[in-house]
């Protein structure tokens, strides 16, 4: 089993920059892909972006050219870097393995202002 804990949320102003980190820890072996999510209020948990073992990563179009997936294989960590942020993209972020199981942590907020 793998634990996912997310962290680097914040309130930032349209056009900002935040950097999210996700530290896994558990059976590291059993991934082979990671994946972050976000969810605003009244809306269904979006995916964002995929990074596989390889370091191949993908993107909803949303967050295309202005979103990366990097990640330290050393410290365990992924991490989502933001740029150009828009009021839309204010939600909850979560990384997963993916496909994603049911087993969801707290997220981290991120708010941007207009």
């Known amino acids: 089993q793998v634990q996912l804990v997310e962290s680097g949320g914040g309130l930032v102003q349209a056009g900002g920059s935040l950097r999210l980190s996700c530290v896994a820890s558990?059976?590291?072996?059993?991934?082979?892909?990671l994946c972050w999510y976000r969810q605003s209020p009244g809306r269904q948990r979006e995916l964002v972006g995929v990074i596989n073992r390889s370091g191949i990563t993908r993107y909803t179009d949303s967050v295309k050219g202005r979103f990366t997936i990097s990640r330290d294989s050393a410290k365990n960590t992924v991490y989502l870097n933001m740029n150009s942020l828009k009021p839309e993209d204010t939600a909850v972020y979560y990384c997963n393995v993916y496909p994603p199981g049911n087993n969801w942590g707290q997220g981290t907020q991120v708010t941007v202002s207009s």
């Open positions: 558990g059976n590291m072996f059993s991934i082979n892909a």
